[in-house]
């Protein structure tokens, strides 16, 4: 059974920084693509940060130069580092992992609140 599991989310005021965590299990860690996505009130999911199986680290160009994804495959846990935060980045932010080299159906953790005050 596949588990995805963040954690770190919570209130923080402008300028704040968070890491969130997402703890991988039931997969082959190495094989999937990870990647962090948000969705606020009334708006789409949208995608944050993804670390691809080979390389190549891609960003929002909303979050770049403040987020950072990284993984450690040790551990089967990808974080995204959130520095600067502003409150246009309140949403609920979402881990996905996909499997590298097909049209596959991701799977997705259940969400953590993030939450940053003006």
């Known amino acids: 059974q596949v588990q995805l599991v963040e954690s770190g989310g919570g209130l923080v005021q402008s300028g704040g920084s968070l890491r969130l965590s997402c703890a991988a299990s039931?997969?082959?860690?190495?094989?999937?693509?990870m990647s962090w996505y948000r969705q606020a009130p009334a708006k789409e999911r949208e995608l944050v940060a993804a670390?691809?199986?080979?390389?190549?680290?891609t960003y929002a160009d909303s979050v770049k130069g403040r987020f950072t994804i990284s993984k450690y495959n040790g551990k089967n846990t990808v974080y995204l580092q959130m520095n600067n935060l502003k409150p246009e980045d309140t949403a609920v932010y979402y881990c996905?992992?996909?499997?590298?080299?097909?049209?596959?159906?991701?799977?997705w953790g259940q969400g953590t609140q993030v939450t940053v005050s003006s």
């Open positions: 670390i691809p199986v080979h390389g190549g680290k």
């Open positions: 039931g997969i082959t860690f190495n094989n999937y693509d």
């Open positions: 996905q992992a996909k499997y590298w080299s097909a049209s596959t159906t991701p799977y």
